[in-house]
């Protein structure tokens, strides 16, 4: 049908008695508003015109597509469109003269010709002939065509026939656990391997540079452990002069000792002095008391002094003779590189046996078949350098063959876990018995981008069913297979002629 919308011409989606869905319209339309159609129908060259109003009832800005509404139709107009559409789209044999009398009346047809060879008037001579030769050929015609309806009728109410349908089998990629090149590979393309057979030589350039390294961090541990005991020898021979200064700095110390103890004695006496002169009253009070302050002051240097002597015999006779105390602070680093120098000993220990470990290991590095299989593609090529996650061969499992088959979302409801199907191999014509071992209306939903769900149209073969051979072998992997499905319909009737007909069987 093509339809004709404000003067522009349109080819109809879909329609049916209540209206029709057009696309690409150029002016926008508002939803609930109503316009003028002009429907177009073509038949045997010539077209059937007819005007009606329609209504705005779905409006698509992005696609511009809309869909209409017959507001009324007449009698006339619904008699054609069901004329149509029950007798010539669904391929009933009709006249040209019986579609023209339905373009021009809406009254029930009637033939314009008369009976060229009307009963009453036919001889008797021409039954015997005629007669028994048309009544065996439409014997024999409707034989075959209720026999054909009885078979497509058993077939598609029973069985449930799906050409979409593959042989798959489970595939993996080889991939290099570590970065290196390639020394060999086990087969070319379609050569079988048995599971643990080495498929790919491979040499570790990690494993090289990892000893490169090791050997880098040996030696220089190694020159720093030199330079410690270099620095160490060093400060040890500085350490019989730091105890020579500490018996030169306790002497001077005691010296000064003495000196101090003669000025505390000296404050003592020249305060005992002040203070009898301050009794008769020969000296003021500010004179005696700076006479106190001068004593304390003496007393208190000489306790300094004692404590710092102390201090430095103390140190002394600890074994710390190897730091010098300055007064403020220690000189002398004879323990603090003795200890690095025994830290630097055993990393460089440590690090030669991590090197003799890495140099022990093999660098060529074997990659099995994890099972039986066959080589399908060869990624890489000998004398190839990969790096680790890379691909080198895609392998095919031999005993991982499936069946899969892609079905619409009706379709789906028909089949069950479990049930029995036939597979038919064109290409080898033979047939194998195969069981359906998964079911899944939502696998063609899901969007491998976004892992979301995503809508797909009705007739959309987006369910998917996994079947496994029975008894023979499937074919390769690839290859096109037909799948006969029994068919579990859901309702009463059907569920009871089926299960009278397979008790039959």
């Not at 048309?134 to 078979?151: D, E, H, K, N, W």
């Not at 029995?420 to 969007?447: H, M, N, Q």
């Amino acid at each position: 049908m093509r339809v004709t919308l404000d003067e522009q011409p349109l080819d109809v989606s879909d329609w049916s008695l209540g209206g029709f869905r057009v696309a690409g319209l150029k002016a926008g339309l508002e939803i609930g508003a109503e316009h003028p159609v002009s429907c177009t129908l073509p038949f045997q060259g010539f077209n059937i015109t007819f005007e009606v109003p329609a209504r705005v009832i779905r409006w698509d800005q992005d696609t511009r597509a809309a869909a209409f509404r017959f507001v009324d139709l007449g009698d006339r107009e619904a008699a054609l469109m069901r004329h149509f559409i029950e007798e010539l789209v669904r391929g009933k044999m009709t006249g040209v003269e019986d579609t023209i009398l339905r373009i021009d009346t809406p009254v029930t047809p009637v033939p314009t010709k008369p009976d060229p060879n009307p009963v009453q008037q036919m001889p008797v001579r021409r039954w015997p002939i005629k007669q028994i030769v048309m009544t065996l050929f439409y014997l024999s015609l409707g034989i075959a065509v209720f026999g054909y309806v009885a078979i497509y009728l058993f077939a598609s109410l029973f069985r449930l026939e799906v050409s979409s349908a593959v042989v798959s089998a489970e595939r993996t990629q080889i991939t290099a656990p570590v970065s290196g090149q390639i020394v060999s590979l086990a087969g070319r393309p379609d050569d079988r391997i048995l599971s643990g057979k080495t498929l790919v030589h491979l040499r570790n350039q990690e494993l090289q540079r990892d000893v490169s390294r090791a050997e880098l961090d040996l030696m220089t541990t190694r020159a720093e452990l030199n330079e410690s005991k270099a620095l160490l020898a060093d400060e040890q021979s500085r350490a019989e002069g730091y105890r020579l200064v500490a018996e030169n700095n306790i002497r001077q110390a005691e010296t000064q000792l003495d000196g101090l103890m003669l000025a505390r004695d000296a404050a003592r006496l020249k305060l005992e002095r002040y203070q009898r002169l301050f009794e008769k009253g020969h000296v003021v009070q500010a004179d005696l008391d700076l006479a106190e302050l001068e004593h304390s002051e003496a007393l208190s240097n000489l306790q300094r002094k004692e404590i710092h002597i102390a201090e430095l015999k103390k140190l002394r006779d600890s074994g710390e003779s190897t730091q010098l105390y300055t007064g403020t602070s220690f000189a002398g680093r004879a323990a603090e590189l003795g200890a690095a120098v025994e830290r630097l000993e055993e990393e460089a220990a440590i690090r030669a046996r991590h090197l003799a470990e890495l140099k022990a290991r093999d660098d060529v590095k074997r990659l099995p078949s994890p099972f039986d299989a066959r080589i399908v593609q060869l990624l890489a090529e000998p004398g190839t350098t990969v790096k680790a996650g890379e691909p080198i061969m895609v392998l095919e499992e031999n005993d991982g063959r499936k069946v899969t088959a892609f079905l619409t979302q009706d379709e789906i409801d028909d089949v069950r876990h479990g049930s029995t199907a036939k597979l038919y191999v064109p290409s080898e014509d033979r047939w194998i018995f195969a069981t359906v071992e998964k079911i899944s209306r939502t696998d063609g939903f899901i969007d491998e981008v976004t892992q979301m769900h995503r809508f797909r149209a009705p007739d959309s073969r987006s369910a998917k069913v996994v079947l496994s051979s029975v008894t023979d072998v499937l074919p390769e992997a690839g290859t096109p297979v037909t799948v006969y499905f029994e068919r579990h319909r859901a309702n009463i009737v059907f569920r009871t002629a089926s299960s009278y007909l397979r008790g039959a069987q």
